[in-house]
């Protein structure tokens, strides 16, 4: 099964307990503090992007595309990002165990197509709202582990290495600074690097203003996607079915 290249890419993107597991790592517990306090991040339920991202032209990797984009993340594990341009307006949802894909044509609803998403790209979806929503705590919970890799320099700063291990083939490596517990730089099992730039702080949170993917096209070479966020919003309520997989008669 196959996602159009800034689908991809969306999905590469972006614990609820109070008290500390006395097996937490430090640098976990520092990391949580730098993006904000235990009450705050514990209180977040869903998390409502809006965006764009910038992509290579599918037909001239030397010109740009321009995508308005809408992520919906809702605990426990429901997702909906909408990516539309003025070729297509493309909807993702996951609801729970549940996930699919819809293609339409922006000018004519009546114009549209739409898949169901198979076993191995819902775990990814789960584990991408999971990494969202969770702030680095508690994925053992979830039936996963996190290991301490030790120290690594990452863009020039000292750094720990934490694998937040969903399972053998998705497994998300975060640098944490040493120092302050920032986040300097996240690598996935693919070797695609994410990086985050700029701050949006919302309800005492802090929250990337943009995100960088860097990874290497079929023909090896490297190419970097960048999602921006114009607004962020906590705590909304949203219904199931925004998520919901879609009637297939409907529009």
Same mark, same amino acid.
């Given at each position: 099964?196959?996602?159009? %290249?800034?689908?991809?890419?969306?999905?590469? +993107?972006?614990?609820? !307990?109070?008290?500390l597991?006395?097996? @937490?790592?430090?640098?976990?517990?520092?990391? %949580?503090a730098?993006?904000?306090?235990?009450e705050a991040?514990?209180?977040?339920? /869903?998390?409502?992007?809006?965006?764009?991202?910038?992509?290579?032209?599918?037909?001239?990797?030397?010109?740009?595309?321009?995508? &308005? *984009?809408?992520i919906?993340?809702?605990?426990?594990?429901?997702?909906?990002? &909408?990516a /539309?341009s003025?070729? !297509?307006? $493309?909807?993702? =949802?996951?609801? $729970?165990?549940?996930?699919?894909?819809? *293609?339409?044509?922006?000018?004519?609803?009546?114009?549209w197509?739409?898949? +169901?998403?198979?076993?191995?790209?819902?775990?990814?979806?789960?584990?991408? &709202?999971?990494e969202?929503?969770a702030?680095?705590?508690?994925?053992? %919970?979830?039936?996963?582990? *996190?290991?301490?890799? =030790?120290?690594a320099?990452?863009?020039?700063?000292?750094?720990?290495?934490?694998?937040?291990?969903?399972?053998?083939?998705?497994?998300?490596y %975060?640098?944490?600074? $040493?120092?302050? =517990?920032?986040?300097v730089?996240? @690598?996935?099992?693919?070797g695609?690097?994410?990086? @985050?730039?700029?701050?949006?702080? *919302?309800?005492?949170?802090?929250?990337?203003k943009?995100?960088?993917? #860097?990874?290497?096209d079929p023909?090896?070479?490297?190419?970097t996607? &960048?999602? #921006?966020?114009?607004?962020?919003?906590?705590?909304?309520?949203?219904?199931?079915?925004?998520f919901?997989?879609?009637?297939?008669?409907?529009?």
């Amino acid at each position: 099964m196959t996602f159009p %290249r800034h689908r991809t890419f969306l999905l590469v +993107l972006f614990a609820c !307990s109070s008290v500390l597991s006395r097996a @937490e790592l430090p640098i976990i517990a520092k990391a %949580r503090a730098f993006v904000g306090p235990d009450e705050a991040l514990n209180s977040v339920k /869903s998390i409502h992007y809006v965006g764009s991202l910038i992509t290579p032209d599918p037909q001239d990797a030397k010109k740009m595309t321009y995508v &308005t *984009v809408e992520i919906i993340l809702q605990a426990p594990y429901r997702q909906r990002i &909408t990516a /539309s341009s003025d070729k !297509s307006v $493309e909807i993702t =949802g996951l609801d $729970e165990y549940d996930a699919w894909h819809r *293609v339409q044509d922006p000018k004519d609803s009546s114009k549209w197509r739409m898949q +169901l998403i198979g076993k191995p790209q819902i775990k990814r979806l789960r584990a991408n &709202t999971w990494e969202n929503l969770a702030f680095y705590r508690g994925l053992e %919970r979830e039936g996963g582990k *996190v290991i301490d890799q =030790g120290n690594a320099p990452a863009d020039g700063v000292r750094c720990r290495k934490i694998a937040y291990v969903h399972s053998d083939d998705i497994v998300f490596y %975060r640098y944490f600074d $040493e120092l302050t =517990g920032r986040l300097v730089l996240t @690598e996935n099992e693919a070797g695609v690097s994410i990086r @985050e730039q700029g701050e949006i702080r *919302v309800n005492g949170i802090r929250f990337p203003k943009a995100i960088n993917t #860097t990874s290497k096209d079929p023909k090896g070479h490297e190419q970097t996607l &960048t999602l #921006t966020f114009d607004k962020i919003t906590l705590n909304e309520s949203f219904p199931a079915s925004a998520f919901a997989i879609p009637p297939i008669s409907g529009r």
